[in-house]
């Protein structure tokens, strides 16, 4: 079954940080583009990032750009999301997925994991 497994979230306050990891399961990352996406209580998916195959492309969601760094090693087939300054409006289930090509808008989607909660609050 080809599927991401992520983790790092959880519950933080206001301004802190999370990193956020996605382990591929069941085939190799090299050669395929990555984006995160994020799903809040009553609200669509949004895609948050992307990163190009090679890593030498990333895109953000206006929301999140300067305080969300996302990278990938392609050695241990893992991306990773790096939040910073996290606000309460950050709060979602965190998702990573396959996406056909990292662009300013973030769509798509493919072989979903379960997702990790972030809770963003005092």
């Known amino acids: 079954q080809l599927q991401f497994v992520e983790s790092g979230g959880g519950l933080v306050q206001p301004g802190g940080s999370l990193r956020l990891s996605c382990v591929a399961s069941?085939?190799?990352?090299?050669?395929?583009?990555i984006g995160w996406f994020r799903q809040a209580p009553g609200k669509e998916r949004e895609g948050v990032s992307c990163i190009s195959s090679s890593g030498g492309t990333t895109n953000y969601a206006n929301s999140v750009n300067g305080r969300f760094t996302i990278s990938r090693d392609n050695a241990k087939n893992t991306a990773y999301l790096q939040m910073n300054y996290l606000r309460p409006e950050d709060t979602a289930m965190y998702y990573c997925?396959?996406?056909?090509?990292?662009?300013?808008?973030?769509?798509?989607?493919?072989?979903w994991g379960q997702g990790t909660q972030v809770t963003v609050s005092s």
């Open positions: 997925a396959l996406i056909t090509a990292c662009l300013t808008t973030i769509t798509g989607g493919s072989s």
């Open positions: 069941g085939f190799t990352l090299d050669y395929r583009a």
